[in-house]
T-cell receptor, first 115, second 114 residues
Framework: AQKITQTQPGMFVQEKEAVTLDCTYD???????LFWYKQPSSGEMIFLIY??????QNATEGRYSLNFQKARKSANLVISASQLGDSAMYFC????????????FGKGTRLSVIA | GAGVSQTPSNKVTEKGKYVELRCDPI?????LYWYRQSLGQGPEFLIY????????DSGLPNDRFFAVRPEGSVSTLKIQRTERGDSAMYLC????????????FGPGTRLTVL
């Protein structure tokens, strides 16, 4: 079964607007971490934001915020004030348990920012 | 400081050949991960090292795939008898043992098997 589901293969957003990229996850572990990565056409995975399962507050990093809804098992990424340079693939990922365990990634959403 | 580096950036080989892909983690990072990313997919876990030992190799697809990290820093992913289905981007990531939530990725090696 899919552990990370990203239902939007592609999204368009107007420059300077906000956009939400959806992510739902599936785990029975009480302790887990949720991540968003950006992958530009160059291929490198760039870490954007992290949310721990016990964190009370939604994570924010600059223009990125994570809308964490634990009961719905949802971890949507919100990008505010979109820029042309935000055009890339975006991957949601989860790490179950604590410690050094591998990430499980979704299939990604391709975001295109239009001027 | 220097990030994770991977060499070569591109590798084209013929079916049946042997290839080695190299990963240089960030200095001091004891945890090292290999992932494989096929076209249109997210990365999939292959193997994870803690120091010199493979802590989890459950993601290796078959016995043609093998990875080593003999001195606890540089790692080499080895693929024997390559098949066309092995064509993918191979990504390496590293993290500090004390900061597992931040895996730093390298630029990847794009492997093409003809």
């Amino acid at each position: 079964a899919q552990k990370i589901t990203q239902t939007q293969p592609g999204m368009f957003v107007q420059e300077k607007e906000a956009v939400t990229l959806d992510c739902t996850y599936d785990t029975s572990d009480p302790s887990y971490g949720l991540f968003w990565y950006k992958q530009p056409s160059s291929g490198e995975m760039i870490f954007l934001i992290y949310q721990g399962s016990y964190d009370q507050q939604n994570a924010t990093e600059g223009r990125y915020s994570l809308n964490f809804q634990k009961a719905r098992k949802s971890a949507n990424l919100v990008i505010s004030a979109s820029q042309l340079g935000d055009s890339a693939m975006y991957f949601c990922a989860m790490r179950e348990n604590s410690g050094n365990t591998p990430l499980v990634f979704g299939k990604g959403t391709r975001l295109s920012v239009i001027a | 400081g220097a990030g994770v580096s991977q060499t070569p950036s591109n590798k084209v080989t013929e079916k049946g050949k042997y290839v080695e892909l190299r990963c240089d983690p960030i200095s001091g990072h004891t945890a090292l991960y290999w992932y494989r990313q096929s076209l249109g997919q997210g990365p999939e876990f292959l193997i994870y090292f803690q120091g010199t030992g493979a802590a989890d190799d459950s993601g290796l697809p078959n016995d043609r795939f093998f990875a080593v990290r003999p001195e606890g820093s540089v790692s080499t992913l080895k693929i024997q008898r390559t098949e066309r289905g092995d064509s993918a981007m191979y990504l390496c990531a590293s993290s500090l043992w004390s900061q597992p939530d931040t895996q730093y990725f390298g630029p990847g090696t794009r492997l093409t098997v003809l």
